[in-house]
C-alpha cells in the first residue's frame, strides 16, 4: 500500500520524516506549555485560563470545551509571541544573543530523531521500530545531544552581559555536569542485562523495548522479560528519574531559572519570540527525555507488562496492517509520555526548589554514590545470575 | 519569661532523602485537582457583599421620596482626601418639603480621591450618605469618575427612614409647640 513511499529516494523520504515529526514535537511542546499552566490552576484549585476564543469559531458546537481548556490561548499566546517587537539589550554581544534560542532548539529537535515511538510487523514478520535513525550508538547518542543543549543555557547567560543570567548559566553547567553522571551510570545496567555474553553489543532503545517484550510463560525465568524494567531496577529508575529532573532544569531543580532569587535566570535578558524558543526547547527535552524513561523502564510501547505490542495487535486483528499497528503502538507509547509529562508538572506545583548547595551535596554525594554502588550490585548479580551460554 | 527548650530531633534517614514528603506532597495536590476550584469567574459570577461592606458612598432618599441630603456640608469638611464638593441651595417654599430649609445644589464625589474611608456616613446628622455595595468604578476620563449628584441619587436609590424627623417637627411646629 505504502510502497511508493519506500521507492522514494533517502534523500527525499528522510527530510520528510524529519519535517513531519518537528512539525508534531513542535507542536507538542507548546501545548505542554498550556498543559503546564491548567495543571497548575487545577492543582491551585483555579479553572486555569478558559476564555480566550477566535470569534469566527465560537459558532461551531463542542468548541466550548476547547475554549475552557484553553487551547485558543496557547494560538493567542503563540501568535502574541511572533508579532510583539523583540528588543536586544545594549550591552548583550549581539550575535552570540542571537545564537543561544537557536542553539537551544537543535539538541531538542535532534535529539527525537534517535527516539522510536512505535513498531509494526512487516510482511516478514519482524518487528519494524517506527524511529527517523535506527542507529546502533542509539541511546549514548540521545546523551551526547541533549547535552549540548547547556551550551545554549551558557551561551545566553554569557552573551546576556548581566549578572543574573551569569549567575543562572553557571548554575546550569555545574548541575547539568553534576547529574549526567548519574544518569549515564544508572541505566547501565539496562545495557548489561541487554547485550548478553556473545550477543551482539548494542546501545539501541528498540533492543531495549524488545527485552522487556516477552509474553507470560508461567513461574518460569523466561517471564522475566515480560516485565518493565522499572520492576526488576527501580533504583535505576529512580536515579535516571531525578537526574532527568535535573537534566531538563524542572522543579525541584530549575537551579538556572530560579526566579525568586535570580530574577529570571539566563533568560532574564530575552523577550517575544526567542524567549518562547527557550522554553519550547525546554518542553521537547522534556518530552524526549520521558520518552526515553518510558523506553528504558516502562516498557516503550507495550501497554501491560506481559503484553507486547504484537501480542496485543494479534488481539486487536491489526497485526496484518502496518498502519493500525503503527499507530497503535504510537498511542500507548505518546499515551505513556503524556502521563510521565503530567507527572513532571505535578511534581513541579508540589514542592520547592532546592538550595544551589543541597542540589551539588545530592547530585555528588548522594547520587553518584548511589549510582555505583547500583551498577556493582547489578553487574555482580547480572554476572552470577546470567546463564553462560549466548 | 520562662524559657521553653524546643527539642530539634535529628532527621531520620527517610526525611533525609526526602521521598516520604515528596510522596505527601503529591498526595495533597493530587487531592487538589479534583477538588472544585474556588474562584469566581467574574463578570458573570459576583462575589456576596458582606453586610457592612464600605463600597461606593452614594446620596439616598427617604421612602416618601425627599433626599435627605440637608447640604450642611460635615462630610465635605470630615472627608481626609477633600474628596466632596457641595454647593448648598435653598428650596423653593412651594416645594412640599420647603420647611427642611436647604438641599445640595450640586453635590460632587470624587472617586479618584476617595478612599472608602465611611467617615461621611459616619459623621451625616440626616442619614443621607451610605457607602453601599457598588465596589466597581471605571471610566474613561478624570472627568467620568466624579459623581454628580444625579449620579450619586441614581446609585443610591431609597432607603427606609426610622425616624422622619422633618416631617415630625413640622407636625410638632403645627400644634405650637417647638419640639
Known sequence: ?390 | MAVIPVERKPLSLAERTYLPQIAAGLKTTLKHIFQPTVTLEYPEQRPTIPPGYRGVPTLVFDPHGREKCVSCQLCEFVCPPKAIRITPGGIDPADPAAHVEKRPQEFEIDMLRCIYCGLCQEVCPEEAIFLQNQYSMTGYTRAEMVNNKQKLYELGGTLPDAHFKWDKKKAAEEHGNAH
Not at chain 1, 515511538?117 to 549514548?140: C, E, H, K, Q, T
Not at chain 1, 522479560?225 to 533504583?235: A, E, T
Request: aromatic share 14%; net charge positive; proline share 7%.
Open chain 1, 1 to 390: 500500500m505504502f510502497d511508493f513511499y519506500f521507492n522514494f529516494p533517502l534523500w527525499i523520504r528522510m527530510p520528510l520524516q524529519g519535517v513531519a515529526v518537528i512539525l508534531v514535537l513542535f507542536p507538542l511542546a507548546a501545548a505542554c506549555s498550556m498543559a503546564e499552566r491548567k495543571i497548575c490552576a487545577w492543582i491551585q484549585d483555579r479553572p486555569g485560563p478558559n476564555r480566550t476564543i477566535a470569534p469566527i469559531l465560537a459558532w461551531i458546537p463542542g468548541m466550548g470545551v476547547l475554549q475552557r481548556l484553553g487551547l485558543f490561548q496557547l494560538a493567542a499566546d503563540g501568535g502574541k509571541f511572533v508579532f510583539k517587537e523583540d528588543p536586544v539589550p545594549g550591552h548583550v554581544n549581539k550575535l552570540y544573543f542571537i545564537a543561544a534560542p537557536i542553539l537551544a532548539m537543535i539538541p531538542a529537535l535532534t535529539t527525537v530523531a534517535l527516539v522510536p515511538f512505535g513498531a509494526y510487523l512487516d510482511s516478514a514478520g519482524r518487528l519494524v521500530p517506527i524511529m527517523l535513525a535506527n542507529v546502533d550508538v542509539g541511546l549514548l547518542a540521545v546523551f551526547a545531544v541533549s547535552s549540548l543543549g547547556v551550551y545554549s543555557v551558557i551561551l545566553a547567560g554569557w552573551a546576556s552581559n548581566s549578572k543574573y543570567p551569569f549567575l543562572g548559566s553557571v548554575r546550569a553547567s555545574a548541575q547539568l555536569i553534576s547529574y549526567e553522571l548519574s544518569m549515564t551510570l544508572s541505566v547501565l545496567p539496562v545495557f548489561l542485562l541487554v547485550n548478553r555474553p556473545g550477543g551482539q553489543g548494542t546501545l539501541s532503545l528498540v533492543d531495549v523495548v524488545a527485552m522487556q517484550s516477552g509474553g507470560w510463560h508461567g513461574f518460569a525465568a523466561q517471564s522475566w522479560h515480560g516485565l518493565w524494567g522499572v520492576f526488576y531496577l527501580p533504583v535505576s529508575a529512580f536515579i535516571f528519574l531525578v537526574a532527568l529532573f535535573a537534566e531538563t532544569n524542572r522543579q525541584p531543580f530549575d537551579m538556572p531559572e530560579s526566579e525568586a532569587d535570580l530574577v529570571g535566570g539566563f533568560h532574564t535578558e530575552y523577550g517575544a519570540f526567542k524567549w518562547s524558543l527557550f522554553f519550547v526547547a525546554e518542553y521537547c527535552h522534556m518530552i524526549v527525555g520521558s520518552g526515553v524513561f518510558c523506553l528504558l523502564f516502562l516498557g516503550g510501547w507495550n501497554l501491560l507488562p506481559w503484553l507486547p505490542l504484537a501480542k496485543l495487535a494479534g488481539l486487536l486483528g491489526v497485526a496484518n496492517h502496518p498502519l493500525l499497528m503503527g499507530l497503535l503502538g504510537i498511542v500507548i507509547f505518546l499515551g505513556k509520555v503524556a502521563a510521565f509529562i503530567f507527572f513532571f508538572m505535578w511534581v513541579r506545583w508540589t514542592i520547592p526548589r532546592f538550595r544551589y548547595d543541597q542540589v551539588m551535596k545530592i547530585g555528588w554525594q548522594r547520587l553518584l554514590p548511589l549510582a555505583i554502588a547500583n551498577l556493582v550490585v547489578y553487574a555482580l548479580a547480572i554476572a552470577w545470575l546470567q546463564p553462560r551460554t549466548p
